[in-house]
């Protein structure tokens, strides 16, 4: 029994050792720096998924890439800044405001707003009319 | 007039779904828009795959435009379209680099040998960093390099004898003329 607890503490630790492209950080808060940054980055190859979440070649290499420029000292923006002189704003997943992102970054909320107008408008007409007994025939 | 309001919600919408259709037949929803579009291109210097003491740059090649193509022994689509470099697009004249992106030069040389060689130089990137400097992220793609070594126009993907015709010929005309940013 206990070799067998042994055996499967072995595997698990396996698998953990085995996590993707282990990068030597120096301590947890460089980790955590670089997990929240490449969470916010896109892959270019599978561009529905985060530069932390892909395992496309380029995207391990990115992800070198960004790691070194950490190493290096560089700030979070300059390596944004970095990916986007070559990959455009694109690879943000949290792109800038700026002319030709203004439908994207106000248009849901605008959108929310006009409903919100409608429903309002309804609800008010609703309220101003006489209550009156429901009709049991009436299919709700 | 407020009987019409979710008629024309209707419609506006039919009016945005239409627009999407139309918008894809034009646009590939993968292909980024690269950055480097009017402007010089990042900086390189490469061994050259079959003279591995040798290096060729950005500045070696200023003063001729070319086409530095970005392919792979890996990459399928680059083998749809070695035929059209050959046939198409070398024809055109212009001088055409080939990059071997995140490839190991002894495949690429393989690779060149079984299928024929194209290109006036090959250039190696095994390890894929002058391929992120120029943004490539999905090979083949294509660099059409003025002689001042500006960025005229990219293809994202292969070359097809249409696209040769309604993009790239085009381009090679204006050559001579200076950039004109989009």
Redesign the interface.
Known sequence: MKRFVFLIALIFAASFAHAIDPLPFKDRAEEVRFQNLTRVLRC??C?NQNLADSEA??AV??RR?VFTMMQSGKSDAEIKQYL?????D?VLYDPPVKAGTLLLWFLPGVLVLIGAG?VFNILRKKSRQPVTAADPEEDW | MTRLIPLLVFIALVGLLAFGIEWNKHHEMFEVPSPLIAKPAPQFTLPLLYEPDKKLGRNDLLGEPYILNVFGSWCPTCQDEHPILTRAVKPLGIKLIGLDWRDAPADGKRWLAQFGNPYDAVLTDPDGHAGIDFGVYMAPESFLIDAQGVVRYKRIGMFTPELIQSELMPQLKTLGQPVTAK
């Open positions: 270019l190859v561009q070649e380029l290499e990115l890439q986007v002189a070559r990959y455009n694109f409608v």
